[in-house]
């Protein structure tokens, strides 16, 4: 009797939060609408890209600014990828998905994906191609073609805390309008490096402080110089990069960053170190990379690509 009544509780309080999540996601909803409305009226004085941090359903308030991109492009309805979404709780395009009823594809390796991302929202409201499973540099082309995804994108999100340099290097010229892709600002603004291409990267796993992932800010805007993007800035808490492609550049009206000068967008302190146990130790400042020294990386300031430890670069 114990056991049953605890699992009728213990069903009571899921139904409970369900209703009170809806209620509130509602409201933000509401409220990141009205915002984005009213800052719109200013989009032609606004300076800098990051002036135009906002965040509804966004981690770290890319909403803000990639409204401003796909307004500044004359978007109403973007075609969009976005891979690494997690339960789709928080993520760069839900916002728009859930504002314009738009087409879209998520990718993510949470199990019960599908089922996950449905309780937070109506998967009737748009049409949203939902793919379970690890994405590598060999698959990714593969999976935007047979989902019809592999042309025409007017958003594309990357943020996989791993070896995702290596799947935008996979990616053909001009693959997107506009492309929202995380960095790893632990690595500073002088090294042009990667972790390397290893299928189903974890970043726990590589280190134990989770600080070693990703790629470099100076190696990705290389890359995707390379693939006909500008990168035109970064937000607040400098983790995301934002790029354009160079045929839509007169469109955007902010100030472009410094070529080459990652100084100001690597500034961030996030401390998100954990030690040996699990437990955030909130390292900070230059000892994060220090706390990494021997993790092997690939240098990409070259044309040889060597692998070596963080220290020897």
């Known amino acids: 009797m114990e056991k049953f009544l605890k699992k009728i509780n213990n069903k009571i309080i899921y139904l409970i939060n369900r209703l009170f999540k809806k209620y509130f996601d509602k409201k933000i909803f509401m409220i990141g609408c009205s915002h ?7 989009y032609n004085n606004i300076n800098k890209l990051n002036d135009l941090d906002y965040k509804v359903f966004s981690q770290n308030g890319e909403d ?32 728009f998905f859930e504002r314009t009823s738009c087409k879209g594809m998520i990718i993510d390796c949470l199990q019960n994906l599908k089922a996950q991302v449905s309780k937070n929202i109506k998967l009737w409201k748009g049409d949203l191609t939902i793919v379970e499973g690890f994405i590598n540099s ?18 594309f999100s990357l943020d996989i805390d791993g070896i995702d340099y290596w799947i935008l290097k996979s990616l053909p ?31 726990t796993a590589y280190h134990y402080s989770n600080l070693c992932w990703g790629a470099s800010l100076k190696a990705l805007v290389k890359l995707m110089e390379s693939k006909n993007f500008v990168f035109v800035g970064t937000n607040y808490v400098r983790c995301n990069a934002f790029f354009v492609l160079k045929n839509y550049l007169d469109n955007i009206r902010t100030i472009l960053p410094e070529k080459h000068n990652f100084e100001l967008h690597t500034d961030s302190n996030i401390r998100e170190s954990r030690d040996k146990y699990g437990k955030l130790n909130y390292v900070s400042g230059k000892d994060r990379l220090k706390l990494i020294e021997n993790c092997e990386v690939v ?4 044309s040889e690509s060597k692998i070596l430890k963080i220290k020897d670069i």
């Open 36 to 42: 984005i409305l009213n800052i719109r009226q200013s």
């Open 64 to 95: 803000g600014i990639i409204d401003y991109l796909l307004s500044r492009l004359n978007i109403a309805k973007p075609k969009f990828v976005e891979i690494g979404v997690g339960d789709y709780s928080e993520s760069n395009t839900r916002f």
């Open 138 to 155: 060999q698959n990714i082309r593969e999976i935007l073609n047979k989902n019809g995804f592999d042309n025409n994108l007017d958003l």
């Open 173 to 203: 010229e001009n693959f997107s309008k506009i492309a929202v892709i995380e960095y790893n600002s632990v690595f500073g603004p002088n090294l042009e490096i990667s972790v390397p291409n290893i299928k189903e990267f974890n970043r």
């Open 299 to 302: 240098n990409l300031s070259n």
